[in-house]
């Protein structure tokens, strides 16, 4: 693909983001399998490094699909891109307490969860033009749920109680009946 001798529809970038989820996939088999220790701040901390990457990258992807003239959800998107790759630059240079890297992540994801949400509705409803594939958007929100999942399970490892408030899933209207 990269050499030009195969032509698909996939972005590299998206290539290359599917297959390093599925090497952190491998990766957790494989300290699954040697049953090592796990220090669960330091997990918090990659968990969170590794998915603010994909986060990022998925609001990257919807901008670019969407059609040109969607401006304000690109827009959006674009925003959102920013954000998280400014929350995994934070959580690199180590400078703020876990505690607050979480809850502010709680934030961010749950935002970032339900816009993709809405992004679905509005692709199943054929109220907006993109070139999102229906698949592609459940997908992306499937994994915005799962992020939120790890935050919300570290959240109460590390006593954040009064930060959790917020839905543990979220989903568009569709599935809300
Ligand atoms: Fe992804």
Redesign the pocket.
Known sequence: MLSCRLFTFNFPLLII??R??ALLFIEQLELLQRRGAIDFAQEVIAQKIFWDL??A??AQFIAHLLDPTEAVLINEANNFARLFFNLRAQAESGANPLGELIGQEITATSNLCNFKATAEELILGCRIKSIIFPLLAD??LR?ANHFLRILNTSGQIFGLGNQLSGPLICSHSLFKH
């Open positions: 983001h599917i390093r989820e994909q986060m990258e998925h997908h992306l994994e």
